[in-house]
């Protein structure tokens, strides 16, 4: 802690070093504050803690291989990584994607979403004081991961979506499973609103905090939540249709108060459209149905076809021994994330290494945003408006 | 090679071009996406007029990124992806870049947002942006030596070539 003298001199600000190792801070994230009293004059995030070179690490595997490494950019949104860059791989190679693979994707990266959401919310809230909301989030977040357990075989690092489909058949009785959790979150959404929306100590640390326009936000490329609450419906799923989300009947909720309470009321707004794709979506899953595309040299033949046929055999050596090599090019491929625009960019140059994978991580240009929203705020707000946009750090510093 | 279509029928290639004959070297198209090739020289004025125009509006730059086509000259590749939120359109401006002469003008002007994505940039590719506010490394540490997404970086970095090594760990092991 330094006192340091400003320009005029007349006035005295501190500069306060928050973080690195700070819980509210979500990771490891650490901002330069200048103070005047308690009120923010400037403020500096100070990143990388968390940098592992993932883009560096996948140009040295090949496609299939770099698909473990996506679950790890951002750990509260493993499915929707696969899915962006299992995309970007597909449309690299022109291949179409089985529409029962593409509804069982969508299922598993709405309940995702929800994921996501709830922990947001209970992190969000016990930042502000709210201690109860985050045993409930984490109790439904559980019932999630279990069925991503259930399907997957991982609670976490799933590496499910793969190029040209799934890793495999969902297990029997999974849908039974997404059934019941479908019917008791309804009204565990209403037990958080309970708890929170209309709480007067809640609506005092949220309201008018963190505001942002529509312009700044649009300018500083800011996405997802806190773009709609700005009151741009800004969402690629209906703007940019992917995995057959043009089939779905869903709302894209905007607000425009554009404030910490704002984004909440976005987020459980989104929480419940997830659960309406959800519904949609066992009802769209075929019972039957291949899972992969029928892609010889790209995706793995099945088991049973190896064990008989001579060409899958070989294919399935060469696919995990050397690759596969898409034409040369480059495609950019976005998706939403719970935390906004998540893209991948994947450039090939024919050989059976990605040339360069690029991530969009929301997360890190949403950040950007933040000394705007905590200027001139109270040093207690900061901690609002780190929770407000959502940052996994993971993704920040990939 | 990716298909070059010169006649392409796109709105951003006819404003573009109607604005200036020489704003766009070329038209890339590829899996349905659209890339314009422009020099480096009217980078920022071109990004400026895809922003300003009404019938672009390209609002949003959502991403910027590099390729590195070492040894291949120009080696570098910058990627700007713009996006028309009022158009619902999707466009992508590249600039390529010499190696011994990687410097590009600034968006920062244009996009704000570009702030942190040059940074980046910077940071990995280390390509300088002139007339950006504060171009600092961002992910890695400040005293940081190379560029590690460049290709001539090794993935595991210089840990296992001793005479490089003590010289990017100032001696220390």
């Not at chain 2, 300088?128 to 400040?142: A, E, K, N, S, V």
Request: net charge negative; aromatic share 8%.
């Amino acid at each position: 802690m330094t006192t340091v003298e400003t320009a005029t001199g007349a006035a005295k600000t501190m500069v306060l070093n928050m973080g690195p190792q700070h819980p509210s801070t979500h990771g490891v994230l650490r901002i330069l504050l200048e103070l005047d009293g308690e009120n923010v004059v400037k403020a500096i995030p100070d990143l990388g803690y968390l940098h592992t070179g993932i883009e560096k690490s996948c140009e040295d595997k090949t496609y299939s291989q770099a698909i473990t490494l996506t679950d790890r950019i951002d750990y509260l949104n493993p499915l929707g990584n696969n899915l962006v860059y299992c995309l970007a791989v597909e449309k690299l190679l022109g291949l179409e994607v089985p529409k029962r693979a593409q509804y069982i994707r969508v299922l598993l990266v709405e309940l995702q979403r929800i994921s996501s959401h709830l922990v947001w919310l209970g992190t969000h809230a016990i930042d502000l004081g709210a201690m109860s909301v985050f045993l409930y989030c984490f109790r439904e977040r559980e019932e999630i991961l279990k069925i991503f357990e259930f399907v997957a075989g991982q609670r976490m690092m799933t590496s499910y979506i793969r190029i040209g489909g799934l890793a495999l058949e969902p297990p029997t009785g999974w849908i039974q499973r997404v059934e019941k959790f479908l019917k008791m979150m309804p009204e565990r959404i209403d037990e958080y609103e309970s708890l929170l929306t209309g709480n007067r100590i809640w609506m005092g640390r949220t309201q008018g905090i963190g505001y942002i326009s529509a312009e700044d936000a649009v300018a500083l490329s800011m996405t997802g939540p806190t773009l709609r609450a700005a009151g741009i419906a800004y969402d690629n799923r209906k703007l940019f249709p992917y995995s057959s989300y043009e089939e779905f009947d869903f709302d894209v909720p905007t607000r425009t108060d554009s404030d910490c309470f704002g984004r909440y009321m976005i987020r459980v707004a989104e929480m419940r459209e997830s659960l309406k794709i959800v519904r949609q979506a066992i009802a769209k899953i075929p019972a039957e149905g291949p899972i992969r595309t029928d892609a010889p040299g790209i995706v793995p033949p099945g088991r049973e076809k190896m064990k008989t046929e001579m060409e899958a055999l070989i294919y399935h050596f060469k696919i995990f021994t050397e690759g596969f090599s898409p034409p040369p090019g480059e495609v950019f491929v976005t998706v939403e994330s719970p935390r906004g625009e998540l893209g991948a960019f994947v450039a090939s140059d024919g050989s059976p290494k990605p040339l360069r994978v690029h991530f969009r991580s929301p997360s890190y240009i949403n950040l950007q945003a933040l000394p705007k929203l905590i200027l001139g705020q109270l040093i207690s707000d900061v901690i609002a408006c780190i929770g407000t946009i959502d940052i996994v750090l993971g993704e920040v510093d990939r | 090679m990716t298909e070059n279509t010169s006649q392409v029928s796109n709105v951003v290639v006819e404003v573009l071009r109607s604005w200036s004959t020489n704003a766009i070297e070329e038209v890339i198209e590829f899996r349905g996406e659209t890339t314009l090739v422009v020099p480096r020289k009217v980078l920022r004025a071109i990004a400026a007029r895809c922003r300003e125009d009404d019938a672009l509006q390209f609002n949003l730059l959502t991403d910027a990124t590099c390729v590195d086509r070492f040894p291949m000259e120009p080696r570098f590749e910058l990627n700007y992806h713009l996006v028309s939120i009022p158009k619902v359109k999707k466009v992508r401006l590249r600039v390529r870049l010499s190696g011994d002469d990687p410097v590009v003008d600034s968006l920062v002007p244009v996009w704000p947002g570009a702030n942190w994505l040059e940074r980046e940039i910077f940071d990995l590719f280390g390509i300088q942006f002139t007339g950006h506010p504060d171009l600092r490394r961002i992910l890695l540490p400040d005293d940081w030596e190379g560029y590690p997404l460049r290709k001539d970086y090794p993935v595991e970095g210089y840990r296992d070539i001793p005479a490089i090594a003590t010289r990017y760990t100032r001696g220390r092991p």
